[in-house]
Nanobody
Framework: QVQLVESGGGLVQAGGFLRLSCAAF????????MNWYRQAPGKERELVAD???????NYADLVKGRFTISRDNGKNTVVLQMNSLKPEDTGVYYC?????WGPGTQVTVSS
């Protein structure tokens, strides 16, 4: 069972930036696809971005041009660089790898 640990959340003003990291432990192999999801208060969890082990990326329309996902296959880590943050980006951000989920990290963007 892969264990995921997120870090880098916090409070930032609108227009600011945050960098989220996720480290995967317990996998003997390179993880194929790693994802970032988020869940805003009162809303369902939604996909933010994902990246395959070959570097192919996919973004939700709401974050295209502002967020960048990247990964280090050797370390099984994935990073989400979030720029030009908006209050509607507020939520708990979760890292996912296959059927494993991290505990989440809170991102709060003030207006």
């Amino acid at each position: 069972q892969v264990q995921l640990v997120e870090s880098g959340g916090g409070l930032v003003q609108a227009g600011g930036f945050l960098r989220l990291s996720c480290a995967a432990f317990g996998s003997r192999f390179t993880i194929n696809t790693m994802n970032w999801y988020r869940q805003a208060p009162g809303k369902e969890r939604e996909l933010v971005a994902d990246i395959t082990c070959s570097g192919y990326t996919n973004y939700a329309d709401l974050v295209k041009g502002r967020f960048t996902i990247s990964r280090d296959n050797g370390k099984n880590t994935v990073v989400l660089q979030m720029n030009s943050l908006k209050p509607e980006d507020t939520g708990v951000y979760y890292c996912r790898a296959g059927r494993s989920w991290g505990p989440g990290t809170q991102v709060t963007v003030s207006s």
